[in-house]
């Protein structure tokens, strides 16, 4: 028989003796009726609402336990009864709907036994202890806090010696690391809704129990719903950024600066439009390999990435060819920007591992240059063709230069090349 087996069995029969070990329920039959009711109709309509967390081969579900609210109320013996005909309830309604695994049984007993004998122990620990406490300022709510923190850190010391024994935890330090794992938020909303739950039990304000009752599960829901509607945004985000992304070089690619064309056209802003792309870069590949040659590309786009700012743009607009926008600048910082850039490119060389060594491959780049202000006279998807109709020409003058143009003056061509 497998230890964490024999572990659960002992589990279930301690907290069968402790439940009996005092054989009455403390409150009038009729009342306790009345509470096991509405934990019981309350505890079923949450099930759903349960955060389900992966570990090993176990699930473990995250709810807000109520054993300490009604045990508080009832003692061992009544929270006994609840955890077992919620428990299994739980049992039946997975076996019918078939999400039920193999172990499914077990897993009942496990959890019957570890609410309902923490919820004893916080039941014994509050009778002990609130003569104390009662003669302090907020010396319940104290106590009750202080309650639910041992009953967190002892359910977590049960799993973890569950995870031990079946193998889904491998060491002592895994063990002591998921104990803790427990945040602050949530025992903080463990032990506020059961102490109020108590103090609503205790005075029979049954049309409080269930308000609060209420309450949590609207909040439980508008919670799920905001993590779900978080969850499909960060969802798209991820879809729409993998489709904005050049998959070699991590910069945008041409589907994104598409994109940005239409959000920028006709805004009125003055813009530098740089088109401009690696000389002789078929030789690269030729002389050495397509690895090399990708590269050579990386290098190439993060260069030119550093020497922009926040609210410029860099795209992967063909195989060995990008374009840049340059905002909120004038055209001859533009100008000074793109020399920059063309210098930093010749002097900083891509290192590449070829035929088992390290090789230093020198490039130099050719530049567009067109500069003017977006308006509804000049589509920017013709400044961009002027961009790289000036990259030609930067080609045809003899490669590692600059062509520019001022689309806002009667400035002439521009030229800068070494």
């Known amino acids: 028989m497998r230890f964490d087996k024999i572990f659960i069995t002992l589990l279930f029969i301690i907290s069968v003796i402790v439940a009996f070990h005092d054989t009455s329920i403390k409150v009038e039959l009729k009342d306790y009726l009345i509470a096991l009711f509405l934990f019981y109709s309350f505890s079923s309509l949450y099930y759903h609402l349960k955060v389900a967390v992966k570990q090993g081969n176990s699930t473990i579900?995250?709810?807000?336990?109520?054993?300490?609210?009604?045990?508080?109320?009832?003692?061992?013996?009544?929270?006994?009864?609840?955890e077992a005909l919620y428990m299994f309830t739980v049992f039946a309604i997975r076996k019918v709907t078939k999400i039920a695994d193999k172990e499914e049984l077990l897993h009942t007993f496990y959890n019957t036994a570890a609410f309902a004998l923490n919820g004893a122990i916080g039941y014994y620990l509050f009778q002990a202890l609130y003569p104390i406490f009662d003669q302090v300022l907020f010396g319940f709510w104290i106590l009750i806090i202080a309650i639910?923190?041992?009953?967190?850190?002892?359910?977590h010391?049960?799993?973890?010696?569950?995870?031990l024994l079946s193998g889904d935890i491998k060491t002592l330090n895994e063990a002591f690391t998921f104990m803790k794992g427990r945040s602050i938020l949530d025992i903080g909303k463990i032990a506020f809704s059961n102490g109020l739950l108590f103090v609503f039990l205790e005075s029979r304000q049954w049309e409080m129990v269930v308000g609060l009752f209420m309450l949590n599960y609207l909040v439980s829901r508008s919670n799920i719903a905001i993590n779900l509607s978080l969850r499909h945004k960060l969802e798209r985000d991820k879809y729409e950024q993998m489709a904005?992304?050049?998959?070699?070089?991590?910069?945008h690619n041409r589907t994104f600066m598409d994109k940005k064309m239409d959000e920028l056209n006709n805004s009125n802003e003055r813009?530098?439009?740089?088109?401009c792309d690696i000389d002789s870069f078929k030789k690269i590949n030729d002389s050495y390999n397509h690895a090399v040659g990708d590269l050579a590309i990386q290098h190439f786009a993060s260069t030119i990435k550093s020497y922009l700012k926040e609210g410029d743009y860099i795209f992967r607009s063909g195989g060995e060819e990008f374009?840049?926008?340059?905002?909120?600048?004038?055209?001859?910082?533009?100008?000074?920007?793109v020399d920059e850039i063309r210098d930093g490119i010749k002097r900083t060389p891509a290192i590449a591992e070829?035929?088992?060594?390290?090789?230093?491959?020198?490039?130099?780049?050719?530049?567009?240059?067109?500069?003017?202000?977006?308006?509804?006279?000049?589509?920017?998807?013709?400044?961009?063709?002027?961009?790289?109709?000036?990259?030609?020409?930067?080609?045809?003058?003899?490669?590692?230069?600059?062509s520019a143009k001022n689309g806002m003056s009667n400035v002439p061509l521009s030229q800068r090349f070494e």
């Open 157 to 163: 010391s049960f799993l973890a010696i569950v995870f």
């Open 244 to 251: 904005y992304t050049d998959f070699l070089t991590g910069i």
């Open 61 to 82: 579900d995250y709810t807000i336990p109520y054993s300490l609210g009604i045990a508080l109320f009832v003692g061992p013996l009544g929270v006994f009864i609840f």
């Open 271 to 275: 813009i530098g439009i740089i088109v």
């Open 148 to 155: 639910v923190i041992v009953m967190s850190y002892l359910s």
């Open 354 to 402: 070829y035929n088992n060594k390290s090789i230093h491959i020198t490039l130099t780049a050719s530049f567009g240059l067109y500069y003017y202000r977006t308006n509804e006279s000049l589509d920017i998807k013709k400044a961009y063709v002027y961009a790289d109709q000036l990259l030609i020409q930067s080609k045809d003058l003899g490669k590692n230069r600059i």
């Open 323 to 337: 374009t840049i926008f340059l905002r909120n600048r004038d055209y001859e910082e533009c100008l000074a920007l």
